[in-house]
């Protein structure tokens, strides 16, 4: 159980949690629950109510009802803003509290937590409490005989769903209310059934800052039962979803078959992190231990595709197994941990299943390749590293989520490009040169959402994320994230 000293702990002794629907907080209607588990130890971290389909329907007319009244959506927009910065500095002033709860919740290390997620979910409702103010519209010039005023109105949707993941819980959470709110809908929020709580201490912020009742409803639920009604509900005029392809194209034909509501989808990753061999080593090493071992893999953009040209590729990869020989593997509520455990026994089964796929195929494997020695009772798996990986290798082509990369030779430019390409994905991509002019000419021959150079995973609230290809359709974050929740109406009024 959670030690006392620990800010949290309040939180976790009111149990079992419950569903936030229309102001709320409530049991399922069947009265299930499901456990939540610390993936460091395996024990119950906490009980929380399962959303059932019922709940579901519960929460999307509460929804509804909120946003036909306008409780929200017609309230003056500076008052929507000050709500959504008002959310930010409560995140902010209970960051210490949200960062353990994601690290128990989900296993990351705690200064991951509260250095980077706490503070970028605090900074997303900042960022689009600003844009609240400035979602305008625009007049035309209309050609025909007579006189008219053409202009165009940017409304809200309506009621969205959105189901988020397990791997960024609060920071996903933000992604998807913050811009959402901001353009005036009312939300429904399935948060995954392996990482509940940050959602549900985010619920009790929104609600002490006095968010109408019904605009946020939050249902932790299994995806198949509570993230399946969501998608197929036919008074939900939106749907958000991250997470894997598999489960995207689902949602795609659920959302179809029942009203043709409007999608979003931000899905897998097999990302290339390509090493040049005029790149400074030491930062590219760095960036690639970064890529592919931050959250422990479990990340849609991880580097997880590393590409070194053949000049380079030993003298890396040396450097590389040294850093990865240091790393401190244990318990993510640690200080010292650089790297926790995988989110859930399934996880950890999943990704050790993958290393024996790599090693039955072939490929060399340097380091790692199963389970620290001492920490038997979670989810760890050790940093692993395959060497001489051919780019057909279900290691190279299937995403893992999890902490393995495949290291994969190159030769030159046009070899690079056509094995970096060569995915069903294009979420992201890294590049390492000191060459300016190759830089931006390889930058612009990926097919990937964002290419990061001489860097790695650089995320803000005013820079678009999404991908190409199997990655996902639309772009979340920045001002595009406001195009998915918005409609363009065009009124046209004859003045002459």
């Known amino acids: 159980m959670i030690a006392e000293e620990l800010e949290v702990a309040a939180f976790l002794k009111s149990q079992p949690k419950k569903l936030f629907i229309g102001g709320r907080w409530t049991d399922a209607a069947d009265g299930k629950t499901f456990e939540t588990l610390d993936p460091s130890t395996g024990e119950i971290l906490a009980r929380v109510a399962e959303a059932a389909a019922e709940d579901v329907d519960r929460a999307v007319a509460a929804a509804r009802k909120s946003f036909d009244r306008g409780t929200w959506r017609d309230l003056p927009p500076a008052e929507r803003a000050a709500a959504l910065w008002k959310i930010g500095d409560m995140i902010e002033e209970r960051a210490t509290e ?14 991951d937590a509260l250095l980077f997620h706490a503070p970028l979910a605090a900074a997303t409702f900042r960022y689009y409490a600003g844009w609240v103010t400035k979602l305008d519209g625009a007049t035309q010039q209309v050609s025909l005989p007579g006189k ?19 791997n960024f819980p ?58 399946a009604r969501l998608a197929a509900h036919s008074d939900v005029d939106k749907i958000a979803f991250t997470g894997s392809t598999e489960v995207g194209k689902l949602i795609a034909r659920a959302s179809a078959d029942s009203n043709l509501k409007r999608v979003s989808l931000e899905l897998g ?57 240091e790393t401190r593997i244990g318990p993510g509520i640690d200080p010292v941990t650089q790297m926790g455990p995988l989110v859930s026994k399934t996880q950890m ?45 279900r ?12 290291a994969i030779p190159f030769t030159d430019e ?35 959402g964002t290419v990061y150079v001489n860097c790695y995973h650089i995320v803000d609230p005013v820079t678009p994320w999404g991908g190409y290809k199997q990655s996902g359709w639309g772009r979340e974050l920045g001002p595009h994230a406001l195009d998915l929740y918005t409609e363009i109406k065009n009124v046209i009024v004859d003045i002459a």
């Open 98 to 111: 949200l960062a353990q709860l994601e690290t128990l919740d989900n296993g990351m290390p705690i200064n």
């Open 148 to 166: 008219y005023l053409s202009y165009t109105l940017r409304e809200p949707i309506g009621v969205v769903g959105q189901i988020i993941p397990w």
């Open 170 to 227: 609060l920071l996903m959470a933000a992604w998807k209310l913050a811009p959402a709110l901001a353009c005036g809908n009312s939300v429904v929020l399935k948060p995954s059934e392996e990482t509940p709580l940050s959602a549900l201490m985010l619920a009790e912020l929104i609600q002490q800052a006095e968010v109408p009742d019904g605009v946020v409803n939050v249902v932790p639920g299994r995806g198949e039962i509570a993230g």
């Open 269 to 325: 990753g097999k990302s290339p992190n390509i090493v040049f061999a005029d790149a400074d080593l030491t930062r590219a090493v760095s960036g690639a231990f970064f890529g592919i071992f931050f959250n422990q893999g479990q990340v849609c953009s991880a580097g997880s595709r590393l590409f070194v040209q053949e000049k380079v590729y030993d003298q890396t990869l040396d450097e590389l197994l040294k850093t990865v020989a």
């Open 349 to 393: 089964e999943r990704v050790l299943g993958y290393i024996s796929v790599g090693n039955r195929e072939g490929a060399r494997l340097l380091a790692g390749g199963g389970r620290p020695a001492g920490l038997d009772s979670g989810y760890f798996v050790k940093p692993t590293v395959f060497a001489h990986v051919d780019s057909n290798m």
């Open 395 to 406: 290691i190279a082509r299937e995403e893992i989520f999890g902490p393995v990369v495949s």
């Open 414 to 448: 046009d070899d690079l490009v056509a094995k970096a390409n060569s995915t069903i994905y294009g979420l992201v991509a890294g590049v390492w040169t000191s060459n300016v002019a190759r830089a931006h000419r390889v930058a612009h021959a990926l097919k990937a």
